[in-house]
């Protein structure tokens, strides 16, 4: 199997056999964990993106490698949490004014998309 680029979205059965942690451990760090949040999509299958996989990956290391519990992980990931905020979450498009035809609405749309894309860069 080829491996996947740097910035490849990958599922819970790739992180779990990356990293040598069970499916069901992820699923349930992701209870534990606020700041871990994988997309979900139909049938809630899982995507890490890869600033979820630097987090897993951080959790794993802390956890197995270096003895913290996960209510110590959980503290110490509050305490970093502009970190872990960098996580881009999906942008809310709220238009500024009411468009006054289909026209206008469209080039609403069209702004409220191309600014989101600038903010995801």
Do not use: C
Not at 63 to 77: A, D, F, I, K, S
Not at 91 to 118: E, H, K, Q
């Amino acid at each position: 199997m080829a491996e996947k680029a740097e910035g490849a979205f990958r599922t819970i059965g790739e992180v779990s056999a990356e990293l040598g942690v069970p499916q069901h451990i992820l699923r349930y760090w992701e209870s534990r964990f606020p700041q871990l949040r994988p997309l979900q999509r139909a049938g809630n299958r899982r995507y890490y993106r890869p600033a979820d996989m630097d987090l897993v990956r951080r959790i794993d290391r802390l956890l197995n490698h270096e003895g913290y519990t996960v209510r110590g992980v959980q503290q110490l990931l509050a305490r970093d949490a502009p970190e872990a905020a960098a996580i881009p979450q999906p942008a809310t498009f709220i238009p500024v004014a009411a468009p006054s035809d289909r026209t206008d609405a469209l080039r609403a749309i069209r702004d409220g998309l191309a600014l989101a894309l600038m903010e995801d860069k």
